[in-house]
């Protein structure tokens, strides 16, 4: 199981976590739900990064979970 947390990505008054099965999938699911909760966020870091490279963070925070 491969988890991320919303506080792992810079809000921590949010206690979601993505869990899947897969670290990229992880990722996707984080993405939805920063696109569903924290839109004006999710803005402003693209401002700063790409796609890419807003990817390429959220995958580094994830974690394996035993």
Do not use: W
């Not at 991320?4 to 899947?20: F, N, Q, R, V």
């Not at 670290?23 to 924290?38: F, N, P, Y």
């Not at 790409?50 to 035993?66: A, D, G």
Request: contains cysteine.
């Amino acid at each position: 199981m491969f988890t991320l947390a919303c506080k792992d990505l810079g809000t921590p008054e949010c206690g979601y976590i993505a869990k899947e099965d897969d670290s990229e999938k992880a990722v996707h699911t984080m993405l939805r739900h920063a696109q569903e909760t924290h839109a004006d966020k999710l803005e402003e870091l693209s401002r700063k990064m790409n796609e890419k490279e807003i990817f390429e963070l959220m995958l580094s925070k994830v974690r394996k979970e035993p």
